[in-house]
């Protein structure tokens, strides 16, 4: 580390004007809640999972309450493949049988949670593991997939249906990061577990909670209007020029972009996808002008 003896006046000069630069964002979200959804590569680089964990507290350090919600879609392929469990994809959803449901719930909330918090507790004891299925956070219920006109069963799998944030209020009232998994209790079923899609629980739980902000983590720098013209890259657009470029857009972006759209459509002020690949996306996002990513607004 740098000692600051050794910080020239041209470096020091910097490092103040970035700090300056984000005293408007500052301002505007102390006390907002932010809902950041985690996952892609930020989740299994180990130098990335440190840079994540890094923004995390730093939000919460300057007054800002962050709340986490992940996925662990390479977990768990890895731990189906390693229990030697059939791991299936129709229309971009995983067929999640009975025998997988239970290894979804177990890489989930016992194996990335605690991972996480972990991480953000190495900065200090801010961070408090939440599963969807905690007092009732959320509701879901089972969903197919409609394939070239045709109906496919997809097991344990659902869509998030209801939110009850208590839970998260209860966190943030204590002054603590709530990291929730994205699982939900089936509410035909007593007892069953569903598979819930990582960026809508994300969206939902934002809008149940009044959210200043959405960010998703993605593995693009964004979203493009003309792909793969990376030069097309879209940094900002309202939910009504959204709404018209979703049928269109790549079915891989289509979840991200639609959780977005969601969000906004719920009272969000904004929503944004970002590159998770890229060390202290969050902050860049959060507290610089031109932030990264593409931003989502009403309109």
């Known amino acids: 580390m740098t000692d600051i003896q050794d910080t020239s006046p041209e470096e020091a000069a910097e490092k103040a004007a970035v700090l300056i630069e984000s005293l408007p964002w500052l301002k505007r979200f102390r006390?907002?809640?932010i809902v950041i959804k985690y996952?892609?590569?930020?989740?299994?680089?180990?130098?990335?999972?440190q840079s994540f964990a890094e923004d995390i507290a730093y939000l919460r350090f300057v007054g800002v309450k962050p709340v986490v919600v992940h996925g662990g879609g390479p977990q768990i392929s890895a731990m189906l493949d390693r229990l030697s469990i059939p791991s299936e994809f129709k229309g971009g959803y995983r067929v999640t049988s009975t025998e997988a449901i239970g290894v979804v719930r177990m890489v989930l909330t016992g194996q990335i949670n605690p991972q996480l918090v972990g991480r953000i507790n190495a900065h200090g004891p801010l961070?408090?593991?939440?599963?969807?299925e905690d007092a009732g956070l959320f509701g879901g219920r089972r969903r197919g997939v409609v394939i070239d006109g045709?109906?496919?069963d997809l097991g344990n799998v659902g869509d998030v249906v209801s939110v009850d944030p208590t839970t998260v209020h209860d966190h943030l009232e204590a002054g603590r990061i709530p990291v929730v998994s994205s699982i939900a209790p089936d509410l035909d079923r007593p007892g069953q577990s569903l598979n819930v899609n990582a960026d809508a629980a994300a969206s939902a739980l934002a809008t149940a909670l009044g959210a200043a902000k959405l960010i998703v983590l993605t593995d693009v720098p964004g979203l493009y209007a003309d792909w793969p013209n990376r030069d097309s890259l879209v940094s900002h657009l309202t939910a009504t020029e959204l709404r018209a470029m979703l049928p269109s857009l790549e079915s891989g972006m289509i979840p991200k972009m639609q959780a977005c759209l969601d969000a906004v459509d719920g009272g969000v002020d904004s929503a944004a996808i970002i590159d998770g690949r890229v060390p202290h996306s969050v902050l860049v996002e959060v507290f610089t002008n031109?932030?990264?990513g593409t931003e989502v607004v009403a309109g």
Not at 39 to 49: K, P, T, Y
Request: net charge negative; hydrophobic share 30%.
């Open 31 to 33: 006390d907002q809640i």
């Open 150 to 152: 045709e109906e496919h």
């Open 127 to 132: 961070a408090s593991g939440v599963s969807g």
């Open 39 to 49: 996952g892609g590569n930020a989740m299994v680089s180990d130098e990335l999972q």
């Open 290 to 292: 031109k932030g990264i």
